[in-house]
């Protein structure tokens, strides 16, 4: 057994140093893409075990999310490698379009949650044209000139911590209840948890979101400002933290991962709000510059088939619902899927500013606390972080 773990690791050692040649070249180097500063690399090793270049992604999904959707790609593709680098949302746009303007290496593929970025790498002439039949096959066919496609979502949701109030409390599912409840909780029992939206793509985009409903954001905001709040990166560390104890509730969970914590048998509440989501739409693109274009097609058909759907859903199902009624609602939200040049309104830098100091003003993230993933320790001589899958 020792022997099977020492050349597993030998494996994983070769295959990260690896990965490190190929990224640490990129500046001198033709056809290497070079990923930001600070990405983790979680690298997909080919099943039949065929020593070839990866096909490189980047984006700014969690590796854990896209895992099971690569894998199943593999599983038809035995001989396709695939390296996925996970970046925060302005260091990947902005490589993105440094790639794109000077004519630099690009990813082989884009995978992103603010398909807003993709709309304006499409829109700047960034963006291979794929074949009509993948945005025909997009959840509501959501797609933008065959360029940016949608192929899950990710709606918002409340999470609370089931051992802290007790299953007698009646839980808001709407958010004008929400805003009864934060004015409810005592001093000293406030501790809730929230996206710190300046560091986070996800915590801007559903703030945006919530900010269409212009007199009912105000108001949560106000909510919001009068708690113990605590900022966050990630909607996975606070479904953590609320599991934990280290909050009572966190605000605006992507709502997969609120459920795969349910299913994997923390003590949480997950409801999903009945007045409006917020949502995002999971969209890709494969860009101009990629080394491997018609690979990267192969796997941008593959997230919108039917396997791939499958998964979506498996993704947006309430634990232990009936699969019929599971896949009914699953299939509601999917339908709520948008890809469309309006999303270029998420880029508008005065609009950004001032979202940001409206809610900075609430919050006060001075005083907040916040609470952020370790993103892996970097391997010496590289700014780049290496899992194995």
């Known amino acids: 057994m020792r022997r099977n773990l020492t050349l597993a690791g030998l494996v994983a050692l070769v295959a990260a140093a690896s990965l490190i040649v190929c990224f640490s070249r990129s500046a001198d180097q033709p056809g290497h893409y070079a990923p930001p500063d600070g990405a983790l690399v979680t690298y997909f090793a080919a099943p039949n075990d065929n ?15 896209v ?4 894998l199943a790609f593999q599983k038809g593709h035995p001989s396709i490698a695939i390296a996925y680098i996970q970046a925060k949302g302005d260091a990947f746009l902005s490589r993105a379009l440094d790639s794109c303007h000077h004519g630099e290496p690009a990813a082989d593929l884009y995978l992103a949650s ?4 993709l709309v304006r790498l499409a829109n700047e002439n960034c963006a291979e044209t794929l074949p009509a039949a993948v945005s025909a096959a997009a959840p509501a066919q959501a797609a933008w000139r065959n360029q940016v496609v949608a192929f899950t979502v990710e709606p918002a949701a409340f999470v609370f911590a089931r051992r802290q109030i007790g299953d007698h409390r009646t839980f808001p599912s709407s958010h004008m209840a929400l805003l009864g409840w934060l004015r409810g909780l005592e001093k000293g029992h406030d501790r809730i948890g929230t996206y710190d939206i300046e560091a986070s793509a996800d915590g801007y985009d559903f703030a945006a979101s919530d900010s269409r409903q212009a007199a009912l954001y105000g108001r949560l905001l106000e909510s919001l400002s009068r708690t113990d709040a605590r900022l966050y990166c990630c909607s996975n560390v606070m479904v953590d933290a609320v599991d934990r104890g280290e909050i009572l509730f966190a605000y605006n969970i992507q709502l997969s991962y609120a459920y795969a914590a349910q299913r994997a048998g923390s003590r949480i509440i997950v409801i999903v709000p009945d007045d409006y989501q917020a949502l995002q739409t999971l969209s890709f693109m494969v860009p101009r510059q990629g080394r491997s274009p018609s690979t990267a097609k192969q796997l941008a058909a593959f997230l919108v088939s039917d396997e791939a759907r499958v998964l979506a859903r498996g993704r947006l199902s309430p634990p232990g619902a009936k699969r019929s009624a599971a896949a009914a609602y699953a299939d509601q939200l999917l339908a709520q899927a948008s890809v469309t040049p309006l999303l270029l309104s998420l880029q508008d830098r005065s609009r950004r500013e001032h979202l940001i100091a409206e809610w900075r003003q609430a919050i006060r993230p001075s005083t907040a606390r916040s609470r952020f993933a370790g993103e892996g320790e970097p391997i010496p001589n590289s700014n780049i972080s290496i899992k194995e899958r």
């Open 51 to 65: 020593d070839t270049v990866p096909l490189v992604l980047a984006g700014t999904l969690d590796s854990g999310f």
């Open 67 to 70: 895992r099971p959707f690569l």
């Open 114 to 117: 603010s398909t807003d970025h």
